[in-house]
């Protein structure tokens, strides 16, 4: 199976991800896999092995003819973008989980393996462990997909399961959370759901075949949660999850969303907890799938670099076969969605209710002394008023799915050429 001489990997960045991607190697000589060389960044800091192992010059990897395969898992998305298109303008082959990076640059890292033949996987980006690119670039390649949905944040699903347990507040859980190695210490990206959103503008690249910009997705986050929201969902019989969604209207238009919603048991997200990730597919002909597996965490990762450091030996590339099939599939806010709505303080609330365009009668108290509504609201009222709806610590979640209302083309979602 193995060639006769091992694949050199050159290794750029050695923290969680690095180090777990690095021990699964060496727990699996049969691979013939061989790390010749480590970059990371800072000279004095301690680590599991000897000094000599590293440099501290990511850019002599990029220079050296005997890595045959570099692999970029450091946390600097700008850097990351300087490194992997450098590599790839080298003809080079890369594994990266930088989702970030990927998100913001994606039509031109691929736009430059086409240019000097170089690759690019990154599987390990999206959901940690769980094949999902890999799955709807390959298998799912030419199966339409009405709809792609899934929780892509473990951080944020860990506070949410812990929160339902414990019927604990958002500060709690989320300092319990980042105790156990499950949310970053500054969670924005995670509780805001920018990094969810990021995944999910990578999968519509191979699920649909469109470069989302990500800021024309909408994305709600969780910072705003309170016992109460929890509570209210479980006298639904319901569960709030991080649920981020994309699907294919029968116009043709790819609706995108990535916000709190109340899932019931009647879904397979439902019982999706703790630092979980998950992904439902609903494709045409085979049907509705679920994928569900570790999203972080150093083996998990790891495991997904792996997978894509021996698919980069065998000559594996992504097809993007949709993209070329069908190039003008384009993005719409035209959605409307029956919305939960909530803060502490009712007078915030009423004045929220006007933004959204929902009658102020709707207004409810709860136990906590806080106050909710419940009501349809146009999603492009949602998305005009998201940065206020943010700084202002409103809680949104959707209640059920989306229907769609006018179809209003956003010029956000780029044909690629
Ligand atoms: N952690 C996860 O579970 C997970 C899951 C999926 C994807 N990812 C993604 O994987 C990437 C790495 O995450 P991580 O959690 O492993 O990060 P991490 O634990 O913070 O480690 C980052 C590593 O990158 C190194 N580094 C930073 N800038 C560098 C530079 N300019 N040149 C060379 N090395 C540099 C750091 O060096 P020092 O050691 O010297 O500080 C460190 O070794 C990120 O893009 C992240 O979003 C992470």
Known sequence: ???????????????????????????????????????????????????????????????????????????????????????????????????????????????????????????????????????????????????????????????????????????????????????????????????????????????????????????????????????????????????????RLPSGHLTALVTPQLVGPESPLYGVEREFNAVVLDAEFAGTQFLQGRGAGGHPTGSAVLADVLGLRRGLRYQYAKQAAAPAVQLTHGLELDAYVSHPDAGVLREVLTWLELPTEALASTEAGGAYATGPVAVQQLWAWRRELRANGVFVARVGEARVTALVTEKAATGWA
């Open 1 to 247: 199976m193995n060639e006769k001489n091992p694949l050199r990997i050159g290794l750029i960045g050695f923290g969680c991800v690095g180090q777990g991607f690095y021990d699964i190697v060496q727990r699996q000589p049969e691979l013939n896999l061989a790390v010749t060389r480590i970059a990371v960044k800072t000279p004095d800091k301690p680590r599991p092995l000897p000094a000599h192992h590293f440099t501290y010059h990511a850019d002599e990897l990029l220079a050296d003819p005997a890595v045959d395969v570099l692999v970029e898992v450091i946390d600097d998305a700008a850097e990351a973008f300087r490194l992997v298109s450098t590599a790839l303008r080298q003809s080079r082959r890369v594994a990266t989980a930088n989702k970030a990076m990927l998100a913001r640059h994606l039509p031109e890292l691929v736009q430059l393996q086409a240019e000097f033949g170089g690759t690019l996987l990154y599987e390990a980006a999206v959901c940690g462990s769980i094949p999902v690119v890999r799955t709807l670039d390959q298998y799912f390649s030419h199966e339409p997909l009405h709809a792609l949905s899934g929780i892509f944040n473990g951080s944020s699903n860990y506070v949410l399961t812990r929160m339902s347990e414990d019927g604990s507040d958002y500060a709690a859980a989320l300092a319990e959370a980042q105790l156990q190695g499950f949310a970053e210490t500054d969670p924005a990206l995670d509780m805001g759901a920018f990094d969810p959103r990021s995944k999910a503008v990578l999968l519509a690249a191979h699920a649909y075949g469109v470069f989302l910009e990500s800021d024309a997705v909408l994305n709600l986050g969780i910072e705003g949660i309170s016992a109460a929201d929890i509570a209210y969902a479980a006298s639904q019989g319901q569960k709030i999850k991080v649920v981020a969604s994309l699907s």
